[in-house]
């Protein structure tokens, strides 16, 4: 059954991978992009837990699955840019002063680092059997940090959006996201943390949709 989920999460993030494309079409070189680079890591990463139990346990698995922990490590810290791009790109005025850029800037690059430096230099993997599925998980358990700092900064937007444009999508999207993985915590037979982060992506790219909208109307 979890094998099914995966294999339907990958899909699901191919889906919505497409759907960023076409919203990306008229404007390639766009920070909001980033959040492609995110979902093709998600891909990769539920891909390669779908198909952990027909490659087996060995050193490919292995080699495949550290590849899980540093596309998280380098590609979830940008969705803090993508959070200060969109408000750039709404007008927003905080947004266009140089400070806040290079605050966020400086943020992601620093969380990168961390995240390097913390959760893939050095990383140990151990086999783990578990609900139908073969996978490689760290031995070590990983800092929040990163997470926090991510999603801290979505809510914020999040909040900043639903009271200035009444958009909710994106609040919505992060606090289920957050009450979700409180509930992860008792319910671990099916992969709630995986099906929350898709939703997270979804309001995502609805906030994305919502800012060319926006962007076309003041054009």
């Known amino acids: ?12 993030y191919l889906c919505l991978l497409i759907w960023g494309l076409i919203l990306s079409k008229k404007s390639v070189l766009n920070l909001t992009n980033v959040l492609l680079l995110v979902i093709i ?23 495949l699955s550290y590849g899980r922990f540093l596309l998280h490590a380098l590609f979830t810290p940008t969705l803090i840019l993508f959070a200060w791009r969109i408000c750039f790109k709404l007008g927003l005025p905080w947004a266009k002063q140089t400070y806040w850029k290079v605050i966020f800037s400086f943020l992601t690059i ?18 783990k059997e578990e609900h139908g599925l073969l996978t490689y998980e760290r031995i070590d358990s990983a800092s929040p940090v990163m997470v926090i700092f991510v ?9 900043i959006l639903m009271k200035k444009f009444h958009f909710s999508w994106l609040f919505i999207g992060t606090t289920v996201m957050i009450v979700g993985s409180l509930l992860a915590r008792w319910i671990t037979h099916i992969p709630i943390m995986n099906g929350l982060e898709f939703l997270l992506i979804l309001s995502l790219l609805l906030t994305r949709q ?4 926006e962007s076309e109307k003041l054009n």
Do not use: C, H, P, W
């Open 110 to 127: 620093g969380l990168i680092l961390y995240e390097l430096l913390t959760s893939v230099i050095g990383l140990k993997l151990r086999s």
């Open 151 to 159: 999603t801290l900064v979505l809510l914020i937007v999040g909040i």
């Open 1 to 12: 059954m979890n094998t099914f989920i995966y294999f339907f999460l990958a899909f699901g």
């Open 210 to 213: 919502f800012q060319v909208r």
């Open 41 to 63: 890591g998600l891909i990769y990463d539920n891909f390669i837990i779908a198909i952990g139990r027909f490659i087996g346990e060995g050193n490919l698995l292995q080699g």
